[in-house]
């Protein structure tokens, strides 16, 4: 019989990671149990020894957890997955999974906020160096090699300026130096870009964003290319402890079944949204992957299915500019986080780094009129008339 591995992404969507459990259910029930009862004094040292195989705690393994992560493994084509409590757990534990004391990091500068933060001001406690760079061009990554390099962490296309970074180069670049590449996936989601088929060696995922898709999860995960490197993370995430609940798997295990139809969508009407925009007399720039004005626009294309669903724009009137869109939008909601089935837009300037001043935000490319949009699902004309409204204010 085929493998779920060789058949087509739709029908790996729907079906893959789906436990046959004793009642015959079609889909993978919530497990929500905390501890599995031992047969018997016997068949608990088993489990505990590892010459059976069962569950015994859901911190270690639960079978709704499970589920998810084996759905997402096969859909990024690696040997495991660890789901865990958020995204950002997921980049913790892989980053304190891997590195010791004395070894150095090579990140994107354009890259989620709190990475860059856990890397300088966390990690950075635990003797763990990094070195931030642009990483869109390939030769600053070789530039920042060093004798204890041990792990590239890249993150294409980047936050939330959306630069693209060659991964085939990149990862060449690490190998040759016996370092690792970890690549956050989270923009394009298993639909339209696998970093394994390009070198990478671990990928990780906010599960907040489109794998999930419904606002209504934070979750995170870590898939590993290969199987030898299960027991070392496995353990290592049941002594950090920041697991995802079986409850939330289960919500993440049924929004990926609609992944490979939202994202088609999401990149539909991104295309559609951004072309208005690059036309639209209020705007500086644009900078979105499916056009033709992407600097890595051909880059794009090789090693992506599809431009995503993110945008970021530059308003020709600053500050006052973005303050009256935000206020005026219709349908877009204004919030952070992004792939969702709704459309969100943000403002940095007035909004998240208002706080930070000017000086700051233009240290961190933040500027005044920089606007950032995350494509829902809804009719793509509409969301362009929720827009004209704003910008009709302005
Ligand atoms: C949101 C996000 C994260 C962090 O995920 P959480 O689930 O919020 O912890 C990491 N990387 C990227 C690119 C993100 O968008």
């Known amino acids: ?27 993978t029930p919530i497990y929500q149990v905390s501890t599995f009862k031992f047969k018997n004094a016997a068949h608990g040292a088993r489990l505990f020894s590892g010459e059976e195989d069962g569950y015994i705690y859901t911190r270690m393994r639960n079978p709704t957890i499970e589920a998810l992560e084996d759905s997402i493994a096969i859909l990024e084509g690696g040997a495991k997955a660890l789901a865990c409590s958020s995204g950002m757990a997921a980049s913790h534990t892989l980053i304190a999974t891997l590195l010791n004391n004395g070894d150095h990091v090579i990140c994107s500068e354009s890259v989620y906020g709190p990475t860059l933060t856990l890397l300088q001001n966390i990690m950075s406690r635990f003797g763990i160096e990094s070195t931030f760079v642009d990483t869109s061009n390939s030769e600053n990554v070789k530039n920042a090699l060093k004798p204890n390099t041990k792990l590239v962490f890249v993150e294409t296309p980047g936050n939330p300026t959306l630069v693209i970074s060659d991964l085939q180069q990149i990862a060449d670049l690490a190998h040759n130096h016996r370092a690792k590449l970890a690549v956050d996936n989270t923009f394009m989601s298993p639909v339209l870009q696998n970093p394994f088929k390009f070198g990478a060696d671990y990928i990780i995922h906010s599960l907040t964003k489109f794998l999930n898709g419904h606002a209504d999860v934070v979750g995170g995960v870590i898939v590993l290319k290969e199987q030898s490197d299960f027991e070392k993370f496995r353990k290592s995430l049941n002594q950090f402890g920041g697991v995802l609940e079986p409850f939330n798997s289960f919500l993440v295990h049924r929004g990926i079944k609609t992944l490979k139809i939202r994202m088609e969508r999401h990149c ?13 007399k209020q705007v500086e720039w644009v900078s979105f992957p499916g056009l033709p004005s992407h600097p890595q626009y051909e880059l794009a294309k090789k090693q992506m299915y599809g431009p995503g669903g993110m945008i970021s724009f530059e308003l020709k009137n600053g500050l006052e500019a973005g303050k009256i869109l935000m206020d005026n939008v219709r349908i877009w909601q204004l919030a952070v ?10 403002h940095p300037a007035s909004m998240t780094h208002a ?11 933040i500027t005044d009129g920089l606007v950032r949009l995350s494509i829902g699902i809804e009719d793509a004309g509409e969301l362009i008339e929720g827009l004209e409204e704003g910008f009709s204010k302005i």
């Open 337 to 346: 986080s992004l792939g969702g089935v709704e459309s969100l837009i943000q």
């Open 1 to 27: 019989m085929k493998s779920i591995r060789n058949f087509s992404f739709d029908t790996k969507c729907v079906h893959a990671g789906t436990k046959e459990d004793q009642y015959g259910s079609v889909i």
């Open 268 to 280: 539909q009407n991104a295309q559609k949204i951004a072309e208005y925009l690059e036309s639209h």
């Open 355 to 365: 706080s930070m001043g000017k000086e700051a935000r233009e240290k961190a490319s």
